[in-house]
């Protein structure tokens, strides 16, 4: 019959305790027995308790260092030298709390590194996606023409005009993975300076108006401001948040509606920059993962729009490297409002 393991060790443990106490009693009896006396016998029994106490905790230690040792070969992600000898202990509960800590912060590791295989998958098939659609199409009207369409001169002027529509949306999707992979790769590196919010949103109106006509939009501000208003930031990469998200309320913004934009008070240090449209608004269950890079509320309207699916993610982390908040209020079927802090100028 196969002994348990703890009766293996509790064995041994006796079996060498038992033959010191032999040894001691003997060498006591044979060599000291005519002294023998109170005194000697207290000191033999301390000795003999202190040599004992001191085996079996080194048998404890040994013993729970043995078992450990093999849980952790048995476990491949765990790696060997992390664990030494002062580590083992004969307190039950240090070892359990210390094994639970260790087993939770293998699981958060794991959990992470499986949140980012399956992002890097999405990832992946979202970028081959995207750029597969624009490719085909130009491909696809390249090959018309060739094959004989170029001689008809409407044909060709309106297959080579779509096929530049496909270029242009592939050189957008491009810009804007070059963008983020350095936001996120490099971090963003800030210029900042103070300047006037309101200067820069009419500069933003004035490079798309005429797109904002064709869907007989009015970007407008949201009051009449007598003042500038100065705030502090990376100029141009505000320029960038701010025509993102104008390009955004245009393209499903409602038509004949209107976009607004403004700056107003948020607290003592910060003004809330706000742009705002009347479109179809967004439901609910989209609004948590709006920002994730390629995430769409509609797939087949917003690739109908254009875009690359990374505006509202690079918007986030333009706001978020100024140590800024973004905020989103949206009203399925009345309209959107994204909203962004930043510091006033002093």
Same mark, same amino acid.
């Given at each position: 019959?196969?002994?348990?393991?703890?009766? #293996? =060790?509790?064995?041994?443990?006796?079996?060498?305790?038992?033959?010191?106490?032999?040894?001691?009693?003997?060498?006591?009896?044979?060599? %000291?027995?005519?002294?023998?006396?109170?005194?000697?016998?207290?000191?033999?029994?301390? /000795?003999?308790?202190?040599? #004992?106490?001191?085996?079996?905790? =080194?048998?404890?230690?040994?013993?729970?260092?043995?078992?450990?040792?093999?849980? &952790?070969?048995?476990?491949?992600?765990?790696?060997?030298? $992390?664990?030494?000898?002062?580590?083992?202990?004969?307190?039950?509960?240090?070892?359990?709390?210390?094994?639970q800590d260790f087993v939770e912060g293998k699981r958060l590791e794991i959990e992470s590194l499986t949140e980012r295989d399956s992002f890097?998958? $999405?990832?992946?098939?979202?970028?081959? *996606?995207?750029?597969k659609t624009p490719l085909f199409t130009v491909q696809g009207y390249i090959l018309t023409l060739m094959e004989g369409a170029i001689n008809?001169?409407?044909?060709?002027?309106? &297959?080579?005009?779509?096929?530049?529509?496909?270029?242009?949306?592939? %050189?957008? %999707? /491009?810009?804007?993975?070059?963008?983020?992979?350095?936001?996120?790769?490099?971090? !963003?590196k800030l210029n900042v300076e103070n300047f006037n919010i309101l200067e820069l949103i009419q500069n933003v109106f004035d490079l798309f108006?005429?797109?904002?006509?064709?869907?007989?939009?009015?970007?407008?501000?949201?009051?009449?401001?007598?003042?500038?208003?100065?705030?502090?930031?990376?100029?141009?990469?505000?320029?960038?948040?701010?025509?993102?998200?104008?390009?955004?309320?245009?393209?499903?913004?409602?038509?004949?509606? !209107?976009?607004?934009?403004?700056?107003?008070?948020?607290?003592?240090?910060?003004?809330?920059?706000?742009?705002?449209?009347?479109?179809?608004?967004?439901?609910?269950? *989209?609004?948590?993962?709006?920002?994730?890079?390629?995430?769409?509320?509609?797939?087949?309207?917003?690739?109908?729009?254009?875009?690359?699916?990374?505006?509202?993610? /690079? %918007?986030?982390?333009?706001?978020?490297? *100024?140590?800024?908040?973004?905020?989103?209020?949206?009203? &399925?079927?009345?309209?959107?409002?994204? #909203?962004?802090?930043?510091?006033?100028?002093?």
């Open positions: 019959m196969k002994i348990k393991k703890t009766y #293996s =060790y509790a064995l041994w443990s006796a079996i060498y305790l038992t033959l010191l106490s032999v040894a001691i009693s003997a060498i006591t009896y044979f060599v %000291v027995s005519e002294h023998l006396g109170l005194g000697t016998i207290i000191i033999s029994t301390i /000795i003999l308790f202190l040599i #004992s106490f001191f085996i079996i905790q =080194y048998r404890a230690e040994h013993f729970i260092y043995r078992r450990l040792k093999k849980l &952790y070969k048995d476990v491949s992600i765990l790696d060997i030298d $992390d664990l030494n000898k002062e580590s083992a202990t004969t307190d039950i509960e240090e070892i359990s709390k210390s094994m890097r998958r $999405d990832f992946l098939g979202n970028v081959a *996606h995207e750029l008809d001169k409407q044909i060709r002027m309106k &297959y080579l005009d779509r096929a530049n529509k496909g270029v242009e949306r592939l %050189v957008a %999707v /491009i810009k804007d993975l070059d963008m983020i992979a350095k936001l996120e790769n490099e971090g !963003t108006e005429m797109k904002a006509k064709k869907r007989n939009i009015t970007l407008s501000f949201d009051k009449i401001y007598e003042f500038p208003v100065f705030v502090k930031g990376d100029i141009e990469k505000i320029e960038q948040v701010l025509i993102n998200l104008v390009v955004n309320s245009i393209k499903y913004g409602k038509p004949n509606g !209107t976009t607004f934009v403004g700056a107003e008070e948020y607290s003592d240090k910060k003004f809330i920059i706000k742009v705002a449209d009347d479109g179809e608004g967004i439901k609910k269950e *989209h609004v948590p993962r709006l920002f994730e890079r390629f995430y769409r509320v509609d797939q087949s309207r917003s690739r109908e729009q254009g875009g690359s699916g990374l505006g509202l993610s /690079i %918007v986030k982390h333009i706001v978020e490297a *100024h140590n800024e908040n973004i905020f989103l209020k949206s009203t &399925y079927g009345e309209g959107s409002e994204f #909203s962004f802090t930043l510091k006033k100028a002093r």
